[in-house]
């Protein structure tokens, strides 16, 4: 699955220039045009990486910033502001508060597409390699092939897509509902339901005799990749 990027950006012209570039850059794409709206977008679904301009009605970028950064959840995700401010005190105050990087308006697109995979190599290598490997669990993104430990695993495309969801960020649980977002899309009505019926095929064909299983279900929240299973497998 691509990379989601959260632009947080109320003037409309540059929100609109940021997300049609970025999807052409095989990024997956959700807009906010203000601290509130991004907050609420932050609640739905979390993202890899957030794009923050400084100056943002009824909650600046500069206040978002230190709220995100004070939270579990999303401590951990890149933040790039977003500014006209280009005054040294200003970077500072900016990167003080906790962004990854600083990028002044107008910007060149070319050179913030490049920070964004920089940040994203460092925060989350597995984002834009083409092979994610967990103990003797190995999914080639490159060739769709799977394999555990001397075997090819035969996945059907959805529950491939489950895997490659679940194992991007191991540890993180999901609910349904964001399982289906992620991996069915916003725009296809699927019941949750559906997603059991999916997390058990993919079980059945990952998990042989008594092999470790590398789905956790977690009661009452959902499903997550067992960061415990590579000291386990």
Not at 34 to 47: C, I, R, V
Not at 177 to 199: A, F, K, P, S
Request: aromatic residues 6%.
């Amino acid at each position: 699955m691509p990379a989601t990027v959260l632009v947080v950006e109320d003037e409309g012209d540059i929100a609109i220039l940021l997300r049609y570039n970025l999807e052409a850059e095989g990024f997956r794409v959700v807009t906010a045009e203000s601290g509130d709206e991004a907050q609420q977008a932050l609640a739905e679904k979390l993202p890899d990486l957030i794009l923050l301009d400084w100056m943002l009605p009824e909650i600046s970028g500069i206040e978002l910033c230190r709220r995100l950064r004070a939270r579990d959840e999303t401590a951990g995700i890149p933040i790039i502001m977003l500014t006209a401010r280009g005054e040294e005190e200003e970077r500072v105050r900016g990167l003080s508060t906790g962004a990854d990087d600083y990028v002044v308006k107008p910007f060149s697109v070319p050179e913030l597409v490049a920070r964004i995979h920089a940040l994203l190599r460092r925060a989350n290598p597995n984002l834009v390699t083409t092979a994610l490997k967990v103990g003797d669990l190995e999914l080639d993104r490159t060739t769709h092939r799977v394999r555990r430990a001397s075997r090819d695993v035969h996945l059907g495309p959805t529950e491939y897509r489950l895997l490659e969801y679940l194992m991007r960020h191991p540890g993180r649980v999901y609910s349904r509902e964001q399982l289906l977002d992620g991996v069915w899309g916003n725009d296809v009505y699927v019941d949750e339901r559906t997603v059991d019926v999916h997390i058990g095929r993919l079980r059945r064909a990952i998990n042989r005799g008594r092999e470790v299983d590398p789905i956790r279900t977690v009661r009452g929240a959902g499903y997550a990749f067992d960061e415990r299973f590579a000291a386990n497998a």
